[in-house]
């Protein structure tokens, strides 16, 4: 019998050598897949917290909303999305650094006009149900919800 030949038929110690081989792969994806679950939670996100004052003059179809207090919101970050009796009209990041003299930040105090007629072509009545969403587009949340009231502030 050759040397090969017996280093081949000698299987003492294998089951023991695989066995261990195995348990460790084992714990290596256990840990692997804890690890991926711990690393892969980013914390809570970071949405911008204000204080809105808002109103509709429906003579002039204008929605108003001005920022009364909290953050200074980031305007490329901003988007605010009307509903007015089930119809989605959006108004862009764009749309609201123009409104607010090309500035960066709406800060406090600073007013938002948007003119429903010339916007989106709607005129708004007294019995009509406005709601209005500013959402974070980062995060892709709605951070603040309102119901406006017609009338002057």
């Given at each position: 019998m050759s040397e090969i030949e017996k280093?081949?038929?000698n299987s003492s110690a294998v089951s023991d050598v695989l066995g261990e081989i195995l348990?460790?792969?084992v714990a290596v994806i256990l840990l692997s897949s804890i690890a991926m679950?711990?690393?892969s939670y980013g914390g809570p996100d970071d949405i911008p917290h204000t204080q809105v004052n808002e109103w509709v003059d429906i003579e002039t179809d204008t929605i108003y909303l001005e920022n009364s207090g909290g953050e200074f919101i980031d305007v490329e970050s901003l988007e605010i999305?009307?509903?007015v009796n089930g119809v989605r009209y959006t108004y862009s990041s764009s749309?609201?650094?123009e409104n607010?003299?090309?500035k960066n930040n709406w800060e406090l105090g600073d007013r938002i006009?948007?003119?429903t007629s010339s916007e989106w072509n709607l005129q708004i009545?007294?019995?009509d149900e406005v709601d209005m969403y500013l959402i974070d587009k980062r995060s892709k949340k709605v951070f603040q919800k309102l119901r406006l009231s017609t009338g002057e502030n």
């Open positions: 280093f081949i038929k348990m460790t792969t679950s711990i690393f999305v009307v509903n749309n609201i650094s607010l003299g090309n006009e948007i003119n009545e007294e019995e």
